[in-house]
């Protein structure tokens, strides 16, 4: 672009109002927000940079000025005329200030305007913005015909599209992102955009994205940074850079391109380590989390930012990119926002014990009474902000900070209790075992309440416990131990039955067996083996085996427990 060119648009540029600005700006994915001197700076970096569809919509918008401004002040026979019948200008000072141009409209009877490129559908310009897949062609310099738009743009290089390349998707696709409950998006840099690559037609994908920090969003980041001990800065306001596949149905979990290598002006950006596997053929996934960019970042309103991304491309999968500033919340934080948003009342909990223990019969568990644990299965400590997700239908809670710290370290999101998905956004703190933790009721050294079918709770009494170690369910999965060296135990060769009691469909692998006497090694009954040197010879009977072996011919030993 020469620099008549250049100043020919800075003119255009400068007579646009701020929706014509805002228009500029949205088609070439920059912020629209702030006044119009930030918004003309923007736009005049855009007219800088060589980038034919750039040119192309500056002047659309100027056209559609002049046309706008032709049709609100034409007065028939008044208007003066600054070009003659030979197409020469009369006056170029007037023409050469960019202000004057409203004040002369061209008339009716020549209406040939500026020879425009062929523009793409208007759903897939943006994309051409960071992604041109063609190279312009150069056409040498011409005279517009004397009832032009733009009479000072006499010696414009127009250059046109030979064959433009239309995507197959669209550029700025409706894609969600999964919410990330660490990271509040305070703006949004680059809507999620497709990946659409200059060389469509290559193995390997590419596409170059710019942006522009505003004076506030620079001074936002700046001002919340820390000195490590290292000696970087770590900041908590960031730049962050997610990738998804291009879904519209569901919210997208990240998801890194195959092959993918993100620089961030001209710097190499590290990405989350590959997870190696053993299938042939299959390229190894990187772990699904966003990357934090803001240490290369250029952190000026007036300095441009460029984002280079290569991978591998797949023509039957198409990839987003999406580029917002976030602020990182603590697990803390989340917990007072869960204190704070997310308390069910005590009665919710109650009608919730009242529905689960009646005894109607239609219900799986309709035993009246259930005791539950107030151990954190995290920490393996006593419960202190008892948390639960509203989607599990168990009443067993966990400790509501145990487990955001779990997921701030990895994030997982899934119940400790019965392993279901549990989000951040369906947990609840549950006021019912609060006041069951808080209660000068329950002894500081108990861990176990018991839930009685009117909604009530009790402490477990020693009674209780008794009461369950002589149950039947105890009994379950019991050991017999047997003492090989035992005077009263024979060493003939009589065979041994050891019965196992079993209420699973299951056999425990860990199961004790025979212990020698001169030592407390127990072996497991699994590992017996038929020995011609040993004196016993087992049988194992399992009560739950639908057939079981043929009892033996001799009598059975006596077992000693």
Not at 171 to 196: A, G, M
């Amino acid at each position: 672009m020469t620099m008549v060119e250049q100043d020919d648009l800075k003119k255009m540029v400068m007579t646009f109002r701020v929706s014509e600005l805002q228009t500029l700006l949205a088609f070439a994915g920059q912020n629209r927000s702030g006044r119009k001197p930030e918004l003309q700076s923007r736009a005049l970096n855009l007219a800088r940079q060589k980038n034919t569809p750039i040119q192309m919509k500056i002047c659309e918008i100027y056209k559609t000025i002049q046309q706008e401004t032709h049709g609100n002040n034409l007065q028939p026979n008044s208007q003066p005329s600054v070009v003659t019948n030979s197409g020469s200008m009369n006056n170029t000072n007037a023409l050469n200030n960019p202000a004057n141009l409203l004040r002369y409209p061209q008339p009716h009877s020549q209406p040939s305007r500026l020879p425009l490129m062929n523009l793409p559908p208007p759903g897939v310009r943006s994309s051409y913005l960071h992604q041109p897949s063609y190279q312009p062609h150069q056409q040498p310099r011409s005279v517009l015909p004397s009832g032009q738009m733009y009479p000072y743009q006499t010696n414009t290089q127009v250059p046109s599209l030979s064959t433009p390349y239309n995507p197959p998707f669209p550029p700025h696709p409706n894609v969600k992102f999964k919410t990330l409950p660490f990271y509040d998006i305070l703006d949004e840099l680059i809507c999620p955009s497709s990946l659409i690559s200059q060389m469509p037609r290559s193995r390997m994908g590419e596409a170059i994205f710019s942006i522009y920090l505003t004076v506030e969003q620079a001074t936002k980041i700046s001002f919340n940074r820390n000195l490590s001990p290292n000696g970087k800065y770590e900041y908590d306001v960031q730049v962050q850079v997610r990738f998804c596949n291009l879904d519209t149905t569901t919210e997208q979990d990240d998801f890194f391109p195959p092959g993918i290598v993100l620089k961030v002006n001209g710097r190499v950006c590290a990405l989350p380590n590959a997870i190696p596997t053993n299938t042939p053929g299959v390229e190894p996934k990187r772990p699904s989390r966003p990357v934090n960019v803001t240490q290369l970042m250029k952190i000026s309103p007036i300095v441009k930012n460029d984002f280079l991304i290569s991978w591998t491309s797949d023509f039957t999968k198409t990839y987003v990119i999406s580029v917002n500033i976030v602020r990182k919340v603590t697990a803390k934080d989340l917990l007072c926002r869960l204190q704070k948003d997310k308390v069910k009342e005590a009665n919710f909990t109650a009608d919730f014990i009242r529905d689960k223990l009646k005894e109607d019969g239609d219900n799986d568990v309709a035993t009246g009474v259930f005791t539950v644990s107030l151990v954190c299965p995290l920490g393996k400590k006593r419960i202190v902000t008892p948390c639960r997700p509203v989607t599990c239908s168990h009443f067993q809670c966990f400790d509501a900070f145990s487990y955001l710290e779990m997921n701030e370290v990895k994030p997982r999101w899934q119940c400790p209790v019965c392993y279901n998905p549990g989000l951040y956004q369906n947990l609840i703190i549950d006021s019912y075992f609060e006041e069951v933790l808080n209660s000068e009721k329950l002894p500081p050294d108990h861990t176990e309440v018991k839930l009685l079918n009117d909604g009530s709770w009790s402490v477990l009494t020693s009674a209780d416990y008794s009461h369950r170690a002589n149950s039947p369910s105890s009994l379950m999965n019991s050991t017999v131990v047997i003492d090989a060296d035992d005077p009263g135990v024979s060493n003939d060769k009589n065979p041994v039955v050891i019965l196992t009691l079993s209420d699973s469909d299951e056999e425990d692998s860990n199961m004790n067996g025979v212990r020698e006497k001169n030592g407390p090694t127990k072996i497991g009954i699994e590992h017996l083996k038929q020995n011609s040197n040993s004196s016993l010879n087992l049988n194992i009977i399992n009560l739950d085996s639908p057939s079981p072996p043929a009892s033996p011919a001799s009598p059975a030993l006596p077992l000693k427990s």
